[in-house]
């Protein structure tokens, strides 16, 4: 274990012009002891032979070609086939910094009897890199957590911004998730599986260790599967949300995953109004988009309930705003936060 063998899985679907970036990050790392798993998850494009390309050219490099199955058949086809003592998720239109592995592999050593370690992310907007939001509060370069702080981390998942609700800012001890059950729920898409998965890791962790490094970079793509114009997208986030809550009613903590899962659940509703019912690049005309969005909130008491018992306090500026005009019903307003906050990120500024 002094040099253990880490396992990097990469799912690859329609990233071809990302990939490069992506897997030359991993295999310039300066820890050398890796298995890099490409997994081309049926992609239209050329990743399937940028995969294969670079299995030839370095032996630590795995390819698993299978049929289009999502973001998590990509990564659970991954998990089942890792052999590394640990592993790690890096989306394939995402990089990591290249001194990674090697810190990573300190921090095993100073801290053999540790399930899980994670980190921050620093978001990538086409050439602006933005530190500080959606991130972990702790100033300390290393904090362990363990026993009850975990079941703490596992409820602090499904807060909007803490930063660790992401697959992606997660090393693994494999044997604890496989004794677990740790791999990714296959009814979940849309994030919701991410919430799912690192809830879950904290959740059974004997130990959990924090380190204060921005060692994953997640690009900010408009054209990403999770941010394209789709209400079938609405369905699934409900769904999943609707297998949360029923994983969270196992837990003798139930109660308070679940007042957090309703404050979780309205940032949500928040993200499909501006990604997807209000979203500029919507053809519906706004009363049409108005009524779709009204049925969505009325045909969900899941929804409903969140909307009506959240506190506005815990959230920023902005989100009180949409979601005074939400709870009040001011569905037209939306369609103009929507379009300031793209004008906004179209001028370099990440708002939300």
């Not at 890099?36 to 998850?41: N, P």
């Not at 369905?235 to 999943?240: A, K, L, M, Q, T």
């Not at 009325?298 to 929804?303: D, F, L």
């Not at 019903?329 to 179209?346: A, E, G, I, P, R």
């Amino acid at each position: 274990m002094s040099s253990p063998l880490i396992s990097i899985i990469v799912p690859c679907y329609r990233v071809e012009q990302y990939l490069p970036k992506c897997v030359d990050s991993i295999l310039s790392q300066s820890y050398r002891n890796l298995e890099v798993l490409l997994v081309d998850d049926g992609s239209p494009d050329n990743c399937g032979k940028i995969c294969d390309d670079y299995a030839l050219m370095d032996g630590r490099v795995k390819v698993i070609h299978k049929e289009n199955g999502g973001l998590v058949s990509s990564r659970n086809a991954g998990w089942e086939a890792a052999t590394g003592e640990w592993f790690t998720f890096v989306d394939g239109d995402d990089w990591v910094s290249p001194d990674m592995c090697e810190k990573l592999t300190v921090a095993i050593k100073h801290n053999p009897d540790t399930d899980v370690f994670f980190w921050k992310l620093a978001f990538e907007l086409e050439n602006k890199t933005i530190k500080g939001k959606f991130e972990w509060r702790e100033e300390n370069n290393v904090i362990d957590y363990s026993g009850q702080e975990c079941i703490e981390l596992a409820k602090k998942v499904l807060d909007y911004d803490s930063g660790i609700s992401s697959a992606c800012n997660k090393l693994i001890r494999r044997d604890y998730s496989v004794k677990n059950g740790i791999f990714h729920n296959p009814s979940l898409r849309q994030g919701i599986e991410g919430y799912d998965y690192s809830m879950r890791s904290f959740y059974y962790a004997r130990k959990a260790v924090y380190l204060n490094e921005y060692f994953y970079h997640y690009r900010y793509n408009e054209d990403s599967i999770s941010k394209s114009v789709n209400y079938k997208n609405s369905e699934y986030i409900v769904d999943g949300f609707k297998v949360l809550k029923d994983q969270i009613s196992e837990f003798p903590e139930k109660e308070d995953f679940g007042e957090i899962l309703n404050q979780r659940i309205c940032y949500s509703v928040i993200a499909m109004a501006m990604n997807c019912y209000y979203h500029p690049n919507n053809k519906d005309s706004l009363k049409v988009r108005n009524h779709l969005f009204s049925e969505l909130i009325q045909n969900t008491p899941m929804i409903r309930e969140a909307i009506k018992t959240s506190k506005l306090n815990v959230m920023d500026k902005n989100r009180k705003i949409t979601m005074f005009f939400i709870r009040h019903k001011l569905y037209m307003m939306l369609d103009v936060v929507s379009k300031t906050k793209h004008w906004l990120l179209s001028l370099g500024y990440y708002n939300y």
